[in-house]
C-alpha cells in the first residue's frame, strides 16, 4: 500500500481552530438553543423542530422577511446603477480625483450608529435641517416617526447616501484599471459613448461589480443598527426588517429557542441567494 | 494614396513630445519607425491617427487636408502592443464592429470578415471569445480587424512586443505579405534595429522625438546621416570614439592608427569621430590591411553562433561581435582586428562626412 503523507494536516490546523472559535463554536450555540426550549438556571428540555416550524408559519415572519426582500431589492436597484454612473463621471486623472476618491469614501467612515443618530436628527420635523426645511419652509408634510412611507423613505436614503460610495469606489477601481489602448480602439471604430460602456466597461468591470453586488446584497439584507437607530423599527413595524425583529424576539421577548431556529433560517436566505448571485454573475466566465 | 506629414509638432503642456516633422508615408510597402523607448514613435502613431491634436503642421492622407479630423473618419486601424479586443465578443464580432459602426450590409461583413479570418488563419476560432485565444490568435484577431477594415493606413505599435520569439518570427514573416496589394499605407513602429532590416521597405529613424533620417531601410542602414542615426540603427550599439586625421592617416591614440583610403583620404585634418559596427571588429585577423586592437576583455556572451566581447582600450570600450565560438576570458589581454574600410566618420557637430 502507498504510504501518504499526512502532514497536511498540521498545516490547516490553524485555520481550522480559527474558523473554529469565530464561526463553528459560535454557530453551534445557535444551533443548540435552536433545538430546546430553557425557562433559566440552564435546564434544558427538548423541543426538536418544534421552533423551526413556529418560525416558517408564524405571519410575523413573513411579513418581516417580505419587508427585507423588498428593502434589499430597492437598495441594489438603486445603488448599482447609480454607483456605476458615479464611478463613470469620475475624472481618470488629475487634480480632481484624490478630491472625489476622499469626499466618496468619507459616509463609509462614520459609524452605523452614528449614521443612524444623524439621520434621525436630520429629518425630524421639529428640530431637523431637512426636517423642518420639509414640514415649515416647502409645506410639504414629511414626518418619518408617523408616517409609514415617509419612514421608508428615509431608511433608503439613508443607506444609499451611506453605502453607493462602496460600489463608485470598487467600480473606479475596475474603470482605471482599463487600459487606455481599448478606448483608442473603440474611437478608431467610431464606437458611441454606450458601444464602449457596454463592449468595455460593463466587461472589464465584471468582476468588481459582481463583488460588489454581493457585498452590498448581504450588508443590506443584515442591515441592523442603522435603521434601528433612526426608526427603531417603526412606525409600527413598518421598518421591523428581519434583524430588526430577531433582536426584538432574542432579547425583547428572551424566547432563546424562536430566535435561534430564525437565526438560522436567516442565515440559510443569505447564504442561498450569495450562492445564487454569483453563480448567475459568473457562469458565462467558466467557460 | 500617400499619408504626409507637413511640419507637425506635438506638444503636451509644456513638453514637446514631436519636434517638427516631416514625412511622406507611401503605401505598398511597410515604413517603419524605429527608435527607442521614448522616442516619439507612439507619440507621431496617436497624431497621425488623429488621437492626439498637433500643436502645429498639416496633416494629408490622399491630398486631403485630415489634421482636425476624427479618428474614425480618417478610415485608419490601430494594432496595439497590447492585445485589445471587446472582451465579450467573440472573434467575428470583433472582426466586424467596425463594419458594423460603418453600417455595411450582412453578407459584405461575413464575406470580408471572412476572408480576413482565412488570411490570419482564424478560421476555427471565429466563435470563441477572446480570452480563449493564445496571445498570437489574439494580435491576429486584432489584425485581421485592420485588413477586414481595408483602412487607408494602418498603424502597427509594436505588435510583435508581448509575443515569445516563435510566434514573433512567424508573424513578422507573415506581416509584409499580409498587407501587399492592399494599397493602405502601413507604419509600423518597433524599437528592434534587426526588426525593421527584416521588415525592408522604408524606415525613419528616431530620436528625441525627431525624425533623424528616412529612406529605403538597406540604404540608410549602410549610409547614415548623422552619428545619432548610426546609433539607434545598430544592435549591439555601434562603437563610437574620438579620432584625429594628420596627412593620410587616422589616429585613435593608444598606438592605433591606419591609412585612409576613398572618400575618407580627402578629409580635412583635424578632430572627428569613428565609429563602426561590432561585427567589424574581429578576434582574428583575416585581412593584413585589419588594424590590430588591444583591449582587456571584459564582458563576454555567447549565441550559439555569435560570440560577443566588451573590451577596454584606454577610456573607450568596444564591441566586438564574431560569427563562430571564441575562448574569451574575462580579465584577459588580448588583440582584436578592425576593419578600417567599414568605419563611419562623423565632423563634431555629428554630420556624416566620410
Known sequence: MRKVNQKGWFFVLPVLILVAFNALVPMMTVVNYSVQETFGDNVFFWQGLDWFQQILRSERFHAALGRQFLFTAMILAIEVPLGVIIALSMPRKGFWVPVCLVTMALPMLIPWNVVGAMWNIFTLPDIGLLGYLMNHTLGIDYNMTQDPVAAWITVIVMDVWHWTSLVVLLCYAGLVSIPDAYYQAAKIDGASNWSVFRYIQLPKMKQVLTIAVLLRFMDSFNIYTEPFVLTGGGPGNSTTLLSIDLVKIALGQFDLGPAAAMSLIYFAITLFVSWLFYTLMTRNDAK | ?354
Not at chain 2, 482564424?122 to 491576429?140: C, F, T, V, W
Not at chain 2, 549591439?236 to 583620404?265: F, Y
Request: aromatic share 6%.
Open chain 2, 1 to 354: 494614396m500617400a499619408l504626409e506629414l507637413q511640419a507637425i509638432t506635438k506638444r503636451v503642456g509644456q513638453v514637446t513630445h514631436i519636434k517638427e516633422t516631416t514625412l511622406v508615408l507611401e503605401p505598398g510597402r511597410f515604413n517603419v519607425l524605429l527608435g527607442e523607448t521614448g522616442s516619439g514613435k507612439t507619440s507621431l502613431i496617436k497624431a497621425m491617427a488623429g488621437l492626439d491634436r498637433v500643436a502645429s503642421g498639416r496633416i494629408l492622407m490622399d491630398g486631403k487636408d485630415v489634421t482636425g479630423m476624427s479618428p474614425q473618419k480618417r478610415n485608419i486601424s490601430l494594432v496595439h502592443q497590447f492585445f485589445v479586443n471587446y472582451p465579450h465578443m467573440t472573434v467575428f464580432d470583433n472582426i466586424a464592429s467596425p463594419l458594423r459602426v460603418a453600417g455595411l450590409a450582412k453578407s459584405e461583413i461575413q464575406g470580408r470578415v471572412e476572408a480576413a479570418a482565412d488570411v490570419l488563419q482564424l478560421r476555427p476560432m471565429l466563435h470563441r471569445r477572446p480570452h480563449e485565444l493564445s496571445g498570437g490568435q489574439q494580435q491576429r484577431t486584432a489584425l485581421a480587424r485592420a485588413i477586414a477594415k481595408e483602412s487607408t493606413a494602418v498603424f502597427l505599435d509594436e505588435p510583435l512586443a508581448n509575443l515569445d520569439y516563435k510566434l514573433r518570427e512567424e508573424l513578422r514573416d507573415q506581416l509584409p505579405d499580409l498587407f501587399a496589394g492592399r494599397g493602405a499605407v502601413v507604419v509600423y513602429a518597433t524599437s528592434e534595429p534587426a526588426e525593421a532590416l527584416m521588415l525592408g521597405g522604408r524606415t525613419a529613424l528616431m530620436q528625441d522625438g525627431r525624425v533623424t533620417q528616412f529612406g529605403p531601410t538597406a540604404e540608410i542602414f549602410r549610409n547614415p546621416n548623422t552619428l545619432t542615426s548610426a546609433k539607434v540603427f545598430s544592435d549591439p550599439p555601434i562603437n563610437s570614439a574620438p579620432v584625429t586625421k594628420k596627412g593620410d592617416r587616422m589616429e585613435l591614440g593608444h598606438g592605433v592608427g591606419w591609412a585612409l583610403t576613398g572618400a575618407a583620404a580627402g578629409l580635412k585634418d583635424g578632430a572627428y569621430t569613428v565609429a563602426i559596427r561590432p561585427n567589424y571588429i574581429s578576434p582574428v585577423r583575416t585581412d593584413r590591411a585589419h588594424v590590430p586592437m588591444t583591449g582587456t576583455v571584459q564582458i563576454t556572451e555567447l549565441s550559439g553562433s555569435e560570440s560577443t566581447a566588451h573590451f577596454r582600450m584606454g577610456a573607450e570600450t568596444w564591441v566586438s561581435l564574431a560569427p563562430g565560438v571564441h575562448p574569451y576570458r574575462v580579465g584577459e589581454d588580448r588583440e582584436f582586428f578592425m576593419d578600417p574600410a567599414q568605419c563611419f566618420y562623423f565632423a563634431p557637430d555629428g554630420a556624416f562626412v566620410a
